[in-house]
């Protein structure tokens, strides 16, 4: 057990809505963050992601960008457009991006982007990092 | 240049002045003429002596010749100029001309047949005894001859063809004149009465005088008087010799006849000073024709050399040269012309030249006329013409106007026959058109292949995407999972079995490194990656990169140390991509460097540029093998000296970053020496 999965048994189980269509990634995520004792949910395709959204409320979304043939930055962008709070934090998963963001935790930051293939500790710390503010 | 016969009347033309002066002189006589009739009438109206004889000796002018004169000088006056006529009859000129000749034809018929018509008394009773008259008031025989064939002379005046009658009558009467003239002039009383019948008058000698050469010298513009009139040889000629053959002979032998009888001197001295005189006079004016003669010929042999060396000119030219009347008739032709239209200039001299023009113009001669005529000048004008055997051919026509005295006269064109220079236009224009079709086709093609480029491009770049995806989604599963099972996320592993975990995940780690390097390489090669462009310390950069490097090359016991120009210049790169460029340079380095090797990292200056090298004490590089390796998986060595593994696009990843940043990237290296890389950068300011 990590030790970062004891600073965060005092605190509210978070929602994190997982958002990605390949199963071994979402299984790992799923196992990392409910170790890390969040709550997850899992939407594996667009429309699953578009319609959980409003139901399960998350407090952060974790977002592949490419979700199957569609972008996820620009379904993000949709949801917002129809009402979808902007304050909840989303970490966006990309291949095309280097370096794992994993940058000290600004005031009022409000997304991550990580690259594939990533740490999942650092992934967890990254998502505590946001969901605290 | 053979030129129409036609022409050869045009060449003598009349002077007009001369014309002119010779229509006055005409109806100068006829006015005088009729002055002299008047008088005499008047002279038997008023029966005035001196007016109907010239002296009381001398007989008288009857009143039927007064009255002839009278009328055969209006007909004379009226038929002066037929060019103000207008074209009109002259029905009262012929009346007259024809009284006249009546008048004298019925007195001859008198004088022949003994008649007594009765016109001898029809104006004038002439009473008591006239001197010289053989019948009372009926005028000389020759009077009446002279009449007659001048009444007729007068009439056919406005017929051209009758001018030779017109001269012989006039002549005759002339002389008949002349005679009786000379006859009162000598004392000679037979040259002026024949037989007993009645005397011609002196002033009716004179007057017929005055009436002959009026009649000769009404039509100038033909005849013998239009070459009197013109300003030929023979016109000149003419004019100084004939008034002098005339006059000279006559006064000299009237002084003679005069100083004989007055006693000056003998018959023999007479004869000799008129033969004297008369051989002076014409001497000098043979003479003076002589040297104005000489002078005229001069100038006209020089005018036909002229004219033949500008007929030897016309001849040569290539050019077709040929000349027209007013009406297009064809009257000179040069060889050119010959050979450009294929008629010969005796076949086609005196035809219209509407022969050598297509059917399918009409009227295009006509029209080039008439523009001429307007004072347009013909230039370069572009047409087609038809040859002798039917080809038609392209021709360029220069056309002008031939002008004597100011007027038209005929047309002269130059041609050049500009067929083949049309072919030629017609081939290049058919090339052209033909290089247009297949230049469009390989435009057409291009395009289509540019088409099919930029779709294996979106494909391409697709492909990245998607490759970058599908291949680095499971190694995240992979890395993920590797990670949560050695951190001992889901329960303790035996050594061995965390020992080949750990291969597990090194060999996964570079399996994510050579994704990165080809998804890189893949991006950078299809423009897809922009350089930034930013300020950067190059210095700097490379102290950080040695000292990231160092810990690594201690490890192997491999000297790693910098040499950086203090005065590097800033230079303007992606920073990043340079950072990539010096890490994989100087992991290389350590990966072929045996221990207690050295590493250096060198920045040098240059004018325009900045050099980096690094330079190891390694194993080195074949030189068959120096050009290979910056290109991609060119796997010289499978791994490092201490088994490190190599992607084998580290080096063509360098050479894609450096290239596109505008620089360029050589190796030196000997085999078991050493290597040395060489990164040159421009210095963007």
């Given at each position: 057990?990590p030790?970062?999965?004891k ?7 978070s929602?994190?809505?997982v958002v990605?269509d390949?199963w071994?990634i979402?299984e790992l995520?799923?196992?990392t963050?409910?170790s890390w ?5 899992v ?9 959980g959204v ?9 977002l ?11 379904t993000y ?8 709070d902007p304050k ?12 794992v963001s994993?940058?000290?935790p ?14 999942p ?6 998502i ?5 503010g | ?8 009347d045009?060449l ?10 010779f ?13 002299v009739?008047f008088?005499?009438?008047?002279g038997?109206?008023?029966d ?30 009226l038929?002066a ?11 009262l ?9 009546l ?10 047949f ?9 104006v004038f009773?002439?009473?008591g ?12 025989p ?5 009449f ?11 017929f051209?063809?009758?001018d030779?009658i017109?001269?012989f ?6 002389f008949?004149s002349l ?9 000679i ?24 050469l009026g ?19 023979a ?8 008034p002098?053959?005339?006059v ?8 003679r006849?005069?100083g ?24 000098s004016?043979?003479g003076?024709?002589?040297?104005s ?12 050399q ?18 027209t009347?007013l009406?297009?008739?064809i009257f ?10 294929g ?11 509407s022969?050598l ?8 001669i ?8 307007s ?8 047409t087609?013409?038809l040859r ?5 051919i392209?021709?360029?026509l220069?056309a ?17 026959d500009i067929?083949e220079?049309k ?7 058919r090339?052209?058109e ?16 540019n ?8 494909m391409?770049s697709?492909f990245?995407?998607?490759a970058s ?13 590797l990670?949560v ?22 060999a ?6 050579l994704?990165?390097?080809?998804l890189?390489?893949?991006?950078i ?12 310390d ?11 490097f ?7 016991e ?23 460029v ?12 045996p221990k ?10 240059f004018?325009d ?12 590089i ?6 290979k ?6 796997h ?11 992607t084998?696009?580290?080096l063509?990843?360098v ?17 078991g ?8 950068l421009p210095i963007?300011r």
């Amino acid at each position: 057990m990590p030790n970062g999965l004891k600073k965060k048994e005092s605190r509210a189980r978070s929602k994190i809505l997982v958002v990605d269509d390949d199963w071994a990634i979402v299984e790992l995520l799923k196992f990392t963050l409910t170790s890390w004792d969040f709550e997850v949910s899992v939407a594996r395709s667009e429309e699953e992601f578009r319609r959980g959204v409003f139901e399960c409320r998350p407090d952060l979304i974790v977002l592949d960008i490419m979700l199957g043939d569609k972008n996820g930055v620009e379904t993000y962008q949709a949801l917002l457009n129809e009402g979808f709070d902007p304050k909840v934090p989303v970490v966006f998963l990309t291949v095309l991006a280097k370096d794992v963001s994993t940058t000290p935790p600004q005031p009022g930051r409000t997304f991550a982007l990580v690259a594939k293939p990533f740490d999942p500790e650092k992934l967890a710390k990254e998502i505590t990092c946001l969901i605290e503010g | 240049m053979n030129v129409l016969d036609l022409s050869r009347d045009n060449l003598n033309l009349p002077e007009p002045h001369l014309i002119r002066s010779f229509r006055h002189i005409s109806q100068g006589a006829s006015i005088l003429v009729i002055i002299v009739g008047f008088l005499v009438l008047i002279g038997w109206v008023f029966d005035l002596p001196n007016l109907k004889s010239v002296l009381p000796r001398f007989v008288t002018m009857k009143a039927n010749t007064a009255i002839g004169f009278v009328l055969a000088g209006t007909s004379l006056f009226l038929l002066a100029d037929p060019m103000k006529r207008k074209n009109r009859t002259p029905w009262l000129a012929h009346g007259c001309s024809s009284v006249v000749a009546l008048i004298g034809g019925l007195t001859l018929c008198e004088y022949l047949f003994g008649w007594d018509l009765g016109i001898d008394r029809l104006v004038f009773q002439e009473t008591g005894e006239a001197v010289g008259t053989s019948v009372l008031g009926r005028m000389s025989p020759l009077t009446a001859f002279n009449f007659f064939i001048i009444g007729f002379a007068l009439i056919s005046l406005d017929f051209p063809s009758r001018d030779r009658i017109t001269y012989f009558l006039v002549s005759v009467a002339g002389f008949v004149s002349l005679t009786a003239f000379l006859g009162y002039a000598y004392g000679i009383k037979s040259f002026y009465g024949i037989a007993a019948q009645t005397e011609m008058a002196l002033h009716t000698s004179l007057a017929f005088g005055a009436l002959s050469l009026g009649v000769l010298f009404s039509r100038p513009d033909r005849g013998l008087m239009k070459i009197v009139a013109s300003d030929c040889v023979a016109g000149i000629v003419a004019r100084r010799l004939l008034p002098s053959a005339v006059v000279v002979p006559v006064a000299l032998g009237s002084l003679r006849l005069l100083g004989q009888r007055m006693g000056f001197y003998s018959m023999e001295f007479g004869l000799s000073l008129t033969v004297l005189f008369s051989v002076v006079i014409f001497v000098s004016l043979i003479g003076w024709n002589v040297v104005s003669l000489h002078r005229l010929d001069s100038e006209r042999k020089l005018s036909e050399q002229t004219l033949a060396r500008l007929a030897a000119i016309v001849d040569s030219s290539d050019e077709g040269i040929i000349s027209t009347t007013l009406d297009g008739t064809i009257f000179s032709w040069n060889k050119a012309a010959e050979r450009i239209y294929g008629y010969s200039a005796d076949e086609v001299i005196g035809l219209p030249v509407s022969i050598l023009v297509p059917p399918d113009r009409p009227g295009e001669i006509t029209d080039l006329m008439e523009r001429i005529k307007s004072g347009e000048r013909i230039q370069q004008y572009e047409t087609v013409r038809l040859r002798k055997d039917g080809q038609r051919i392209h021709v360029c026509l220069t056309a002008s106007p031939i002008k004597a005295d100011k007027k038209i006269i005929g047309f002269s064109g130059i041609i050049h026959d500009i067929s083949e220079q049309k072919r030629i236009e017609e081939m290049i224009r058919r090339t052209q058109e033909e290089l247009e079709r297949r230049v469009s086709e390989r435009t057409l093609d291009l395009q289509r292949a540019n088409e099919r480029l930029q779709r294996l491009d979106e494909m391409k770049s697709d492909f990245i995407a998607l490759a970058s995806h599908e291949l680095k989604t499971p190694l995240t599963a992979i890395e993920g999972f590797l990670a949560v099972i050695l951190k001992g996320m889901v329960g303790e592993f035996t050594d061995q079995q965390k020992e080949f975990l750990g291969v597990i995940k090194g060999a996964t780690e570079r399996l994510n490194r050579l994704v990165d390097e080809l998804l890189d390489f893949s991006k950078i090669d299809s423009g897809q990656v922009k350089m930034k462009r930013e300020p950067t310390d190059l210095g700097k950069l490379l102290k950080e990169e040695v000292i990231v490097f160092k810990m690594q090359a201690k490890n192997k016991e491999i000297e790693l140390g910098e040499i950086i120009d203090d005065r590097l210049n800033e230079i303007l790169c992606d920073r990043d991509r340079l950072k990539e460029v010096l890490d994989n340079l100087i992991s290389n380095a350590i990966k072929y460097t045996p221990k207690r090797g050295k590493i250096m990292v060198e920045a040098r200056n240059f004018e325009d540029s900045v050099q980096i090298e690094v330079r190891d004490t390694g194993i080195g590089i074949r030189v068959e093998d120096q050009e290979k390796i910056f290109e991609p998986f060119q796997h010289l060595r499978k791994s490092g000296l201490d088994g490190e593994k190599s992607t084998g696009l580290g080096l063509a990843l360098v050479k894609k970053i450096i290239e596109a940043q505008g620089g360029r990237v050589a190796v030196r290296s000997n085999e078991g020496v050493g290597s040395a890389f060489l990164v040159t950068l421009p210095i963007k300011r």
